[in-house]
């Protein structure tokens, strides 16, 4: 036994302590993936802004600063609470196919499945539309107040950090050969006489600064409000010089989006769907997006003593993964564009579904299908026959967490048109996005076959709660498809193990891939489950002994969560960001609270 020195500034032991600080203050709080979007927030809520102004210039900033996740040319769902009228709305800031997409257009071409990269899996750009929909709806400043950081740091430049460069299968280094090999527009913008930049060296996006200053003299001109302003930088990016711009890229390179396309798209303010849970109320974006399986697994959980198994017990997490493998099931079978596709979207979030289903759960055994259930006909199963398998949706993504003194909330997540799966258009500083990847090509009846001006289903997918009927908290990450794995384990630390924020987020997390993965030939893995390596060794035998093939995952790269909260009671303000985010060398995450 070696002698604990008296001199030490702790003796005690501190395993429950967490690595990151608590951030509580009075006045502000937000959490975003790069320090830079985080300072744009602050700014922008100093200088007399509301949340969603902070949140609209935090996202402009992560589009520039943290390109191998998210641009301009992507999507953006959002979700807000108002101080002042009490009701939570969502954004639809989902991209839409080319009206000229169809599967017969691409099996002609000799596809076997969607491209994953390139022009003709890009939809029309929708993170703009987004942004300026909450900004015109709900801010106070204008676009040209939301965009000085973004455009000041697009002149100037931006210090390339970690993770741009070393995230592995995204970063500059590992796509360095395809950018040299294929797209002139991004290695002129992000190589250096074809190498990868040096850590801390400034990369200028002066296209992209070009871009803005292009929407913000279109505001300027328009005279009027400042909604009149807003609607012209719109017009500008979609009807205007942008998109006469990527017009041209996309016929130049024989893509199938054109300018009708863009003149016709447009963002939509939605009714978000919710669930309560132990005396919250967590609200997610509709069945366009994955965030349904949240609602759906704690409709599950609910008939289970979560708290009596204990955290990250082998009981607790065997009927959590199984809970979790039952909805995505459902997940690949039914959601989709619910205006292009009949979703059986009260069935699915039903109390009497959720029971038939969650008396499928074997607390000894594994479930080893793919096993979606029946919610139209109220039936636990659906005959395997009738199912479909699925490809993943995808990952790549950043989130945006804010809070004002007005306890105004916002939780957007901004994702696509990264620099892995498309070249950035010289003349607009950005690439487009590859959503479309995630539609098939049949059968005809897929609730996610590809059609003109569709909407593809996302993983995408921000989080926000109510405590008692009263505004709590703002939460979400990226990560494809264990977004809402991370978020429901992140939840249920809150709700059923009374974890503060920051402890749920740097909890030991799972992600199950019983269920098919991104890349062709998208196998799935049975039963397979990655945990990290903090939980005891005899738990995870203990699942195996239950059929689970558990992969041990390297400590510290499940989550990558960002929250922030207002104590319902008190009025306290408090954010948290992940440690995992600069542990797996993806992004420089930051939390702000003053």
Not at 370 to 375: A, M, S, T, Y
């Amino acid at each position: 036994h070696i002698k604990m020195s008296s001199r030490s500034f702790r003796s005690k032991p501190n395993s429950d302590v967490t690595y990151y600080p608590r951030l509580q203050g009075t006045n502000g709080a937000c959490a975003t993936h790069h320090n830079l979007s985080a300072m744009a927030a602050r700014d922008v809520l100093g200088n007399g802004g509301n949340a969603v102004d902070a949140a609209v210039a935090a996202v402009l900033v992560e589009g520039l600063v943290n390109p191998h996740m998210n641009s301009i040319g992507g999507e953006c769902p959002i979700l807000i609470r108002m101080a002042d009228t009490g009701k939570v709305v969502a954004i639809n800031g989902n991209t839409a196919a080319p009206q000229g997409a169809n599967p017969e257009y691409f099996l002609r071409r000799s596809w076997k499945d969607m491209p994953d990269s390139g022009i003709l899996a890009a939809g029309v750009p929708a993170t703009m539309a987004s942004l300026l929909l909450a900004l015109e709806s709900f801010g106070r400043l204008s676009f040209a107040d939301v965009a000085t950081t973004c455009l000041a740091l697009a002149n100037g430049g931006f210090p390339v950090h970690r993770g741009l460069l070393h995230q592995e299968n995204f970063g500059i280094l590992d796509m360095a050969a395809r950018i040299n090999r294929e797209w002139p527009g991004s290695a002129t913008l992000y190589l250096v006489n074809g190498n990868p930049p040096a850590e801390g060296s400034l990369i200028r996006n002066t296209a992209l600064a070009s871009m803005l200053n292009y929407l913000i003299g279109e505001e300027r001109g328009a005279n009027g409000s400042r909604e009149d302003g807003i609607k012209a930088v719109r017009a500008g990016f979609y009807k205007g010089d942008v998109a006469a711009a990527i017009d041209r890229y996309s016929r130049e390179h024989d893509g199938l989006l054109n300018r009708e396309d863009l003149a016709i798209y447009q963002a939509r303010l939605e009714q978000p769907l919710s669930r309560k849970f132990q005396g919250a109320e967590i609200f997610k974006c509709g069945f366009w997006t994955q965030g349904p399986t949240v609602l759906q697994s704690l409709a599950i959980l609910d008939r289970f003593d979560l708290r009596s198994m204990g955290h990250n017990s082998a009981d607790y997490l065997h009927t959590v993964i199984e809970a979790v493998k039952l909805v995505y099931a459902d997940r690949e079978q039914f959601y989709g564009d619910g205006q292009n596709t009949e979703v059986p979207e009260i069935a699915l979030l039903s109390d009497d579904y959720a029971a038939l289903r969650a008396a499928l759960i074997d607390p000894a055994r594994s479930l080893p299908d793919l096993q979606p259930g029946d919610p139209v006909n109220m039936q636990a199963k659906m005959a395997l026959n009738k199912t479909f398998g699925g490809a993943s949706w995808g990952h790549g993504t950043v989130h945006v967490d804010v809070i004002d003194a007005d306890g105004n909330m916002v939780a957007a997540t901004p994702s696509g048109g990264w620099i892995k799966n498309g070249e950035v258009m010289p003349d607009l500083g950005f690439p487009l996005g590859n959503r479309l990847m995630t539609f098939y090509l049949g059968p005809d009846n897929h609730p996610n076959c590809v059609a003109g001006g569709k909407r593809p289903r996302t993983t995408i997918s921000p989080s926000l709660l109510l405590k008692d009927d009263r505004p709590w908290m703002v939460f979400g990450t990226m990560g494809g498809d264990q977004q809402d794995q991370w978020q429901l384990q992140y939840f249920l630390n809150l709700t059923v193990f009374g974890m503060s924020l920051q402890q749920a987020i740097e909890a030991p997390k799972f992600s199950s891939e019983h269920f098919p993965g991104f890349f062709s030939p998208h196998d799935r893995m049975p039963n397979q489950v990655r945990i990290e390596e903090r939980v005891d060794a005899g738990i995870l035998s203990d699942l195996e002994r239950r059929g689970h093939v558990v992969a041990a995952a390297v400590d510290w790269t499940e989550g990558h969560m960002l929250a922030a909260s207002q104590d319902p009671d008190t009025g306290l303000l408090e954010a948290g960001c992940d440690p995992r985010c600069a542990k797996s060398e993806i992004f420089p995450a930051t939390a702000l609270c003053w």
